[in-house]
């Protein structure tokens, strides 16, 4: 089983800014979402090669880029697909936890993924979730 995968990521676009309608109801990637995925997948490939194939819990601590109003929770789908995408993880459906927060300063996203044992634990209690 892996340890813990640290990573230091662009700010993930907002689930509401992930997909775009075209003509005839055709839904597609946003230019925006395309360009993240890239910038992040190279940054990716830079920080691990290890990967993650069972259950794990996920921690998220995102930097505001400016004082606007953002709803946390919607930098989760983004990140999830792109580690999925690399291969950091197999699936999301293995997370069992997320943890996330806003920074007050830092990178723009931290992103870490701590592997849970096979036999079931009271995780919460083993996992040594901290800031950055």
Do not use: H
């Not at 995968?5 to 597609?28: C, D, F, H, M, T």
């Amino acid at each position: 089983m892996p340890t813990m995968i640290r990573l230091e990521l662009p700010l993930a676009p907002s689930a509401n800014a992930i997909w775009r309608q075209g003509k005839g109801g055709r839904v597609y990637k946003s230019t925006k979402y395309k360009e993240w995925l890239e910038e992040a997948g190279w940054m990716v490939r830079q920080q691990t090669k290890e990967s993650v194939t069972a259950d794990y819990i996920l921690q998220v601590t995102a930097t505001r880029p400016d004082k606007r109003r953002r709803d946390l929770d919607n930098l989760l789908k983004a990140t999830n697909d792109l580690l999925v995408k690399m291969n950091v993880i197999e699936d999301d459906n293995f997370c069992r936890a997320i943890v996330a927060e806003w920074a007050d300063a830092g990178p723009p996203m931290v992103v870490k993924i701590f592997p849970l044992p096979e036999q079931e634990t009271d995780w919460w209690t083993e996992i040594p979730i901290t800031r950055n």
